[in-house]
């Protein structure tokens, strides 16, 4: 999760230019969530593509994938070099932890359920972005002894690996469980459903800041209203990762483009200059 920097210049009283310290501003990585679906067959891939050339098409077009098999099945050593093999070395994916094991490390065993789920993710080298680990709704922060489970997990969890958790249930939202994310540097996951009458609330507990855009549809304003809520975090020098839901017609690649064009624009408006 990386940064570049900006050089800005500005005038002295007789008129010389100076330049400031360069500023640094963040990677926009924008994608969705899982790229095979054989019903973008004629969408999104051209017609004639082999399924085998999906990943190698969708890295051509956007610089990130969150996987969704890994959230059924640990991702083996075969699956990982085809993966990597099909993307460039800039390309950087998203592992969804997989469930059963996730579960395991908040509620049973967490050091040895940390040590199944990414005992295999090195293989990924530096095409890993982050493990994306969810806490499902039916798993509710019922007291203390909830917070203990959350920070058990997050010691475990190998520091050289990032981490961000999504925390489906609103009970998980408050300060004790904020807290546990910021001192062990996890990312609080952002995820935006049709369920929530308001866009969630975006707050920084890591050193970056990811979007999970869940709804069925979004216009091209509701996108707008999203780029100038990311702006400000990219300007600040803050990552930012944002996957789209799939759906069967291909929109969410669509969507994705808009996004990262209105991203553009705002960052434009405010003066800044964004990476991919």
């Not at 990677?27 to 054989?38: D, K, N, P, W």
Request: proline share 7%.
């Amino acid at each position: 999760m990386s940064s570049r920097a900006v050089a800005r210049a500005r005038a002295t009283p007789d008129g010389t230019s100076v330049a400031e310290p360069a500023l640094r501003t963040g990677v926009l990585r924008v994608g969705t969530s899982g790229f095979a679906y054989a019903a973008w067959h004629g969408i999104f891939y051209p017609p004639e593509l082999p399924n085998r050339d999906f990943l190698s098409f969708y890295a051509s077009r956007f610089t990130a994938c969150e996987l969704n098999g890994t959230f059924y099945a640990r991702p083996t050593p075969k699956a990982i070099a085809g993966w990597v093999g099909a993307t460039p070395d800039t390309f950087r994916f998203v592992v969804k932890a997989q469930r059963g094991g996730a579960l395991r490390a908040l509620f049973v065993t967490p050091s040895e359920s940390v040590r199944w789920l990414t005992d295999p993710l090195p293989a990924f080298g530096d095409r890993l972005g982050a493990v994306l680990f969810r806490v499902p709704r039916e798993a509710r922060r019922r007291g203390p002894e909830d917070d203990l489970r959350l920070r058990a997990v997050l010691n475990a969890w190998p520091r050289e690996m990032p981490l961000v958790v999504e925390l489906q249930d609103p009970s998980w939202h408050v300060d004790e469980t904020f807290d546990a994310l910021t001192d062990a540097g996890a990312i609080l996951c952002a995820t935006d459903l049709d369920t929530l009458s308001e866009p969630p609330t975006l707050r920084l507990t890591g050193p970056a800041l990811y979007l999970r855009l869940r709804r069925a549809t979004y216009d091209a304003d509701e996108l707008a209203s999203w780029a100038r809520r990311a702006a400000p975090f990219l300007a600040a020098g803050t990552d930012v990762w944002t996957f789209f839901r799939h759906d069967e017609l291909g929109y969410a690649t669509e969507r994705a483009d808009t996004f990262a064009a209105a991203v553009a624009d705002e960052l434009r408006r405010i003066g800044a200059t964004g990476s991919a």
